[in-house]
């Protein structure tokens, strides 16, 4: 197995690092995924019992100016391998007005994941910062638990409003209740609501906007102005608005109802 990446370009570093940072918001260890064409940082816990479920994709050719790689054989050229999100966002730190960024998986008595960072100096000259982030190579045989998880079909999806924004209003909310129930419906319409035996309180945004596909999905006979709702553990959604780095053009909520095993 194989891998060197560099990255020379500073709005690609800057969003490379924002990525990173986003993930060690949410989880302490995540899972690169390595192919010719794309890095894939993935998180699986199981979200029965609360955790967060991520599939974060990244061409190659958007981000790396050199990208090389050889998995781990021809029929199967990938590398999976897991690491503490918290080390690479910690070496990446020091990527700031850094003139390049290079990235190889090494052998240091263990496997690595070496990040070279070039820095310039009040010289004009180049230093090299190194770290060695130790990593694990996931078997083959574990590949099939980290794929892309297919999304369930939804009744309703929705525009979210400003992350930011919507952090605020739960950030007040969890100081009354520690749950949180999510309401939209296909006129554009999303309620954060939170109900307990002394005080109901609902923020409403209105004219979000659907995605296309959502209308097209959903039963004719469904009534626009029908609320789906979904009941949420609060921290949980904060730490998800907590770990957005990335600034996304648009955010997308799609209440489903899955039916747990009794």
Not at 43 to 71: I, T, Y
């Amino acid at each position: 197995m194989k891998f060197r990446a560099k990255i020379v370009d500073a709005a690609c570093l800057n969003q490379f690092t924002r990525v990173s940072n986003m993930i060690a918001k949410l989880a302490k260890t995540c899972t690169l995924r390595i192919s010719p064409n794309k890095l894939n940082f993935i998180l699986s816990d199981k979200l029965a019992s609360g955790g967060v479920s991520m599939w974060c994709e990244l061409e190659q050719e958007n981000f790396f100016s050199e990208f090389q790689m050889e998995g781990v054989s021809a029929e199967n050229n990938e590398i999976y391998l897991e690491l503490t999100s918290e080390n690479l966002s910690r070496a990446l730190k020091t990527t700031q007005n850094a003139r390049s960024l290079k990235i190889k998986l090494t052998n240091k008595h263990f496997p690595c994941l070496t990040i070279s960072v070039e820095l310039l100096s009040v010289s004009s000259s180049s230093r090299i910062v190194t770290h060695d982030i130790p990593i694990t190579i996931i078997p083959r045989r574990l590949w099939k638990d980290l794929q892309e998880p297919s999304v369930p079909d939804s009744d309703v999806s929705i525009y979210l409003p400003v992350l930011k924004t919507m952090r605020s209003v739960v950030e007040k909310m969890k100081n009354i209740s520690n749950h949180l129930i999510i309401e939209a419906n296909l006129n554009g319409d999303l309620n954060l609501k939170i109900e307990t035996e002394l005080v109901c309180i609902t923020t409403h945004f209105k004219d979000l906007g659907n995605p296309p596909l959502a209308s097209e999905n959903t039963s004719q006979n469904r009534n626009p102005e029908e609320m789906a709702e979904v009941h949420i553990d609060i921290k949980k959604l904060l730490q998800f608005l907590a770990g957005q780095q990335v600034n996304p053009t648009k955010a997308i909520c799609s209440p489903v109802h899955i039916a747990l095993p009794s």
